[in-house]
């Protein structure tokens, strides 16, 4: 049942992690959620229509790269991104702040936005807090993102500490600029790089503007992971609890288990769809890479007890000739067992959050990995022995 207004109701925790609900006139994404990336209104190599069945309430898509093709008032003039990409779910569009970051060729920061040139034609353009959310809007994304200076890790605390304070300051202008909007939301992005006091003075003072809800920004840049873990723990507590909490470009499954452990409700990542463009798969038998040699003769499918067409049905050996030839179907294949792959964990998450089961839950998982990986090994000394 849907809504005509935004709302979040958290409906069952297990130690800090918690499954939910938000509700929005398009639809009801339940969390734990992951939001396949839908970069310039695609997720590479998939129909809608396969994204949702595969169990995905949310989408995401990319203020930066829809700002330069096709524009956004491209998209609005041709009835917004839903209607444009066929997609009449939710939408989440994030700021443009980690792609102007990580791929304009130059760029300028400054109090009133940020200057750059695009990595497509190299023409200049000004991105400011206020042209981020009037993009956004004119795309007609559900959940929007506040504009936020991104750094790389690792960095100084006076680096760390100037971008939280710009994207404090950004983080208000785009409040303003949002305004009232019945059934959509605004998030916030908590900053500090790697700085506990940084992280925390962020937290709280993005709580004070009373968004709809909170993401944690600026991780997986690089850092190992019992960083980004470590400032999970350091924001958490400084969350409003009644907001839902997303996790920004995370992650591998891993990274995914243990950050709802420790609270998140909301992740994104292009790792699914690039990997399986570039032959590596996710299954509960933990990663696999089909260039390998030792998938040539292999007749089983990937995860022969999923759901998912593209794991039960075609073997390995398949798909390690159909990889190695550079063909589409293996692209398209892959991106859909990994994405299948990735909702079946989620769902899997949210029914052990409710049963009271969560640690068992991840214990028999990461076990399932590990078991895959001792096999792999195993049969890598097989071939190489027989070679």
Not at 3 to 22: L, N, P
Not at 89 to 118: C, H, W
Not at 120 to 126: A, K, L, M, N, P
Not at 273 to 298: C, I, K, P, S, Y
């Amino acid at each position: 049942m849907t809504t005509d207004q935004f709302s979040f109701t958290v409906t069952k925790t297990d130690g800090a992690a918690r499954t939910g609900e938000i509700r929005m006139p398009r639809g009801v994404i339940r969390t734990p959620a992951f939001m396949p990336v839908g970069t310039a209104a695609t997720v590479k190599a998939m129909y809608p229509d396969q994204v949702k069945a595969l169990g995905a309430d949310v989408v995401l898509g990319n203020t930066y790269h829809l700002m330069l093709r096709p524009t956004a008032e491209r998209v609005a003039k041709l009835g917004g991104l839903h209607k444009f990409m066929n997609w009449p779910y939710p939408i989440l569009t994030d700021s443009g702040g980690f792609q102007v970051m990580s791929l304009s060729a130059l760029r300028k920061i400054d109090e009133n936005g940020v200057t750059f040139q695009s990595h497509i034609d190299g023409s200049t353009h000004v991105m400011t807090p206020e042209r981020s959310i009037e993009i956004q809007g004119l795309l007609g994304s559900d959940i929007q993102m506040q504009l936020d200076e991104c750094v790389k890790l690792p960095c100084t605390d006076a680096v760390a500490e100037k971008a939280m304070q710009l994207s404090l300051r950004w983080a208000e202008r785009c409040r303003v600029a949002f305004g009232e909007q019945p059934g959509r939301a605004m998030f916030g992005i908590v900053q500090g790089g790697a700085v506990e006091r940084l992280r925390i003075e962020s937290a709280k003072e993005l709580a004070q503007l009373d968004l709809k809800g909170y993401a944690i920004g600026g991780l997986a840049v690089g850092e190992p992971q019992e960083v980004m873990l470590r400032m999970i723990e350091t924001v958490e507590p400084h969350m409003p609890k009644e907001k839902p909490r997303y996790l920004m470009g995370v992650g591998t499954p891993d990274d995914i288990v243990e950050s709802v452990r420790r609270g998140v409700d909301m992740f994104d990542c292009v790792m699914p769809t690039r990997a399986g463009r570039h032959g590596q798969v996710f299954t509960r038998h933990g990663r696999m890479n089909l260039r390998n040699a030792r998938f040539a003769e292999d007749l089983r499918p990937l995860d022969a007890d999923s759901k998912c067409v593209a794991s039960n049905t075609y073997s390995r050996a398949y798909l390690h000739h159909l990889v190695r030839s550079n063909e589409i179907l293996g692209m398209m294949l892959l991106t859909w067992n990994n994405l299948a792959y990735y909702q079946e964990l989620m769902a899997g998450l949210r029914k052990a959050i409710a049963d009271g089961r969560l640690e068992d839950y991840i214990g028999e998982v990461k076990e399932s990995w590990a078991k895959g990986e001792r096999d792999g090994k195993a049969e890598n000394g097989a071939v190489a022995a027989s070679a």
